[in-house]
């Protein structure tokens, strides 16, 4: 199984940001295709964004594009989501997924196409 371990979370203001980070040490990090999802209780993982193996073809679920950017640094096996503007309703536990794929673009906006996740790093919004 890969071992994912998100970290970055924390307490955020409306207006300001915060940036996660997504680790996977001692695996080939760029055979990957990874993302990033959020959960409140009692729902479903929500797909934020998304990012192929190279980095070079990215996707941001509808509501956070233009505010969360996510990206990665195969060199450092390290994926990030960039969040800027959080909104309160946004307060969540945000996960790391990981798709073992190549595919030269990224469409996999389920949490069900993932292969593996991370624990979740708890992300709180105020106003």
């Known amino acids: 199984q890969v071992q994912l371990v998100e970290s970055g979370g924390g307490l955020v203001q409306a207006g300001g940001s915060l940036r996660l980070s997504c680790g996977l040490p001692?695996?080939?990090?760029?055979?990957?295709?990874m993302g990033w999802f959020r959960q409140s209780p009692g729902k479903e993982r929500e797909f934020v964004a998304a990012?192929?193996?190279?980095?070079?073809?990215?996707s941001h679920a509808d509501s956070v594009k233009g505010r969360f950017t996510i990206s990665r640094d195969n060199g450092k096996n390290t994926v990030y989501l960039q969040m800027n503007s959080p909104k309160p309703e946004e307060a969540a536990v945000y996960y790391c997924a990981a798709r073992r794929s190549r595919a030269s673009t990224v469409r996999s906006t389920t949490a069900g196409e993932y292969d593996d996740w991370g624990q979740g790093t708890q992300v709180t919004v105020s106003s």
């Open positions: 990012i192929n193996w190279s980095g070079d073809s990215t």
């Open positions: 001692g695996r080939t990090f760029s055979w990957y295709a």
